[in-house]
Each structure stands twice: as structure tokens, then as C-alpha cells.
């Protein structure tokens, strides 16, 4: 049976370092988000956005956790949206936003889970790790934390959001498509023995081979399979309009054939779009392929 699909706007850039990001729901909407799912045959229900402190309006009080009581806020909010939803039987579709929505959007997640007991793993599509913490980060921007915030490590505000325990076990998340890791996430990856495969391993083993594993190890061991895609991960050349583009990403099929394997899987129960930048994009062409990304995940096929 079909879910109905609620979308859930978070215009947040306080997490990033680069303004604009905070246009992203606004440009996935008009890029026909809610169309290509009713022509899939889904029902949808926009939620509308969730309140995000504007960043004019704000200062900063901790230069290695920016803009943290307004960013728990926004993601406490979201929690709680996504787990309504969730808890009610529908499908959440989070338009962000920069990555730090996924501190709220995961506790959300993980909190339904626990309660239906359910085991949560998350496939995480990202040109970075979004592993630092307040320890390792080199720019304070906690945008480059919410996978270790998900994990139980960083400023308590954020961990213990809805929770006060780890929202997500190693052994349950895998990343595909980084090739910008700062040195403590490199040590992050390594202590607690996450499954990363970056652009090298990509390249060397196939995005098929990847996917596969990937998808079968969730198979075996999670209930809710939750996918954070962020728009960097793909090449630039197919996605300017991001938050911190990196040269060397994924590339059009091989973003879209993730997605492709992700639906023929079906286990995918929430998706997230991070990351949207359409001040730095090209007549919305981003937010087009990331809808258009969306849709392969929810069962579109070439044929
Ligand atoms: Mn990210």
C-alpha cells in the first residue's frame, strides 16, 4: 500500500557557514516536489515549514557550536512533526535546510522506533562526514555534526533531543559519496568502526556493488531504513546550488541508481533533501534533480 507522503519544510542555514540554504524548501517546492509524487500514484500533505530564528535577528554565543539554542529549537520542532507523522502512518519527506535538520529529523525517527520497536538505520548520501563534534570542528558550524550528534557524541542540547540516549548505532548507518573528511572525523570513522564508502571506494568497487551490500546489511538488521541525501554529494556539474560544493561526487546515474535500488528494496520509510542552495544554482536546476532524485527512490523507473 501506498503511504501518504507529508512534506516537512526546515528553511534553516543557521548550521552553515554560507547563507541561502534557507531558501531550499522553497526551491524544491516550486521545483514540483508534491507533482512528481501524485503522478507516482502518492497522496501528500504539505506541513508546511517548521519556525527557524532568522540568522539576522540572532548572535552568536559559542563559536564552536554556532547559533545552538535556535538550532535545538528548530530541531526539537522537527522531531516532533516527524514523529507524528510517523506514528499516524505516513511517510515524512523533510525539505532542508542545512544538515543540522537531521539532529531533529533522526531524533523524530528514532523516538518512533523506539516506541514500535523498531530498529532505525540510516543511508547517508554526502560529500562530507557530518561527524565533528564541538572538540574537532574547524568552523563551529553544526551543519559537520549532526552524525555524531545522532551517535550520542557533542553538546547534550542536541543529543538529548526528545531522548536523552544515542539516536542511532554505528553498525546501523552507512555513508556513501564523501571525499571532504576533516581529520577528526577521520578519527571518528576509525573508533567507532562506521561503514563509509567514500568516492575512492566508489570508484574502485562500482556504485552498484556499493548500494547492494549496503542495502542488504539493512536488510538483515533494520526495521525503518531512513535516507539523508544531501545535494553535494553529487558533482557539482549536476548540482551547484549546494551548500559547500566538492569536485569529484556522484554522478547523475549513479545518484539516480542508488535511489532506483533504494525503492526496488523497499525499505525506505522517510527521506530527507539537504543542503538545497539556490543562490548559488542555475535557474533551480538543483532542486529539480533533487526531486527528480526523490522520485527515483519512490518508485520511479525508466521503464
Ligand atoms: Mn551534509
Known sequence: MIKQV?????????????????????ALRIAGIADKLHSLGYTTID?????VANQETQSVQDNTLKYLPQI????????IKVK??????????????????????????AAHCKEHN??????????????????????????????????????????SI????????????????????????????????????????????GIYDITLRALERMRSSVDHLHISFDVDSADPSIAKGVGTPVPGGLSYRETHLIMEMAAESGLVSSFEIAETNPILDDMNASAVFA??????????RIL
Not at 507529508?6 to 522553497?26: A, E, F, K, Q, T
Not at 515524512?92 to 523524530?108: E, K, T, Y
Not at 546501523?172 to 576509525?190: A, Q
Open 72 to 79: 535545538t529549537e528548530a530541531c526539537t520542532s522537527l522531531a
Open 118 to 159: 523498531k530498529t532505525l538505520g540510516v543511508l547517508w548520501i554526502d560529500a562530507h562526514a557530518d561527524m565533528n563534534t564541538p572538540e574537532t570542528t574547524p568552523s563551529g558550524n553544526i551543519h559537520g555534526m549532526p552524525l555524531a550528534v545522532s551517535l550520542g557524541f557533542g553538546a547534550e542540547e542536541l543529543t
Open 162 to 205: 526528545l531522548y536523552p540516549e544515542p539516536k542511532l548505532k554505528a553498525e546501523h548507518l552507512v555513508l556513501i559519496g564523501p571525499r571532504s573528511i576533516d581529520p577528526g572525523e577521520r578519527e571518528f570513522i576509525k573508533r567507532n568502526g562506521i561503514t563509509t564508502h567514500t568516492m575512492f571506494s566508489i570508484d574502485k568497487h
Open 84 to 109: 507524528t507523522v510517523l506514528d499516524n502512518g505516513g511517510f515524512p519527506l523533510i525539505l532542508g535546510g542545512d544538515h543540522a535538520l537531521s539532529i531533529g529529523s533522526i531524533a523524530g525517527i
Open 291 to 300: 526531486s527528480d532524485v526523490l522520485a527515483s527512490c519512490m518508485g520511479k
Open 47 to 51: 506541513e508546511g515549514d517548521i519556525s
Open 6 to 26: 507529508h512534506i516537512i519544510g526546515i528553511p534553516m542555514d543557521l548550521g552553515s557557514g554560507r547563507r541561502g540554504v534557507d531558501m531550499g524548501p522553497s
